[in-house]
């Protein structure tokens, strides 16, 4: 497919249509790449330190274009070098697996409705629910 793709760009290479069009399309891909990074970094990034990380992975990136596995697997290694952050990874995968996430979180307390439901207890309200 690429290959097939690499012929038929050479042929449209002067075709003055397709090259409008291409600088017409080349400002809306770039936006859906920001906002698919704004939003892989809203759903991923919660800390200082990942944010701190994202920042410099990114610069790396840019800076010096080095293969970006290597840019992951600096940044697991990293990530798995800050072992209080693993700590409490592991602990609160330890309570879910356990089915205990009801009892540890007081936000999703079971209430008389059945186990879907909950109740915002007096607990609860001193959290960020």
């Known amino acids: 497919m690429t290959i097939a793709a690499g012929s038929s760009l050479r042929r449209f290479r002067n075709n003055q249509l397709v090259q409008s069009f291409l600088r017409g399309v080349t400002p809306a891909v770039v936006g859906l790449l920001v906002a698919a990074a704004i939003s892989i970094g809203r759903a991923g990034i919660h800390t200082s330190i990942g944010l701190l990380l994202g920042v410099a992975a990114a610069g790396v990136l840019v800076r010096f274009r080095p293969n970006p596995f290597w840019v992951i697997i600096g940044a697991v290694l990293f990530s798995f070098s800050s072992s209080n952050h693993i700590a409490l990874e592991i602990e609160s995968l330890a309570v879910i697996a356990d089915g205990n996430y009801a009892q540890s979180n007081p ?6 409705q059945g186990p879907f439901a ?8 001193s959290f960020d629910c």
């Open 107 to 112: 936000c999703h307390r079971e209430s008389s």
């Open 118 to 125: 909950s109740r915002q207890t007096a607990a609860c309200r």
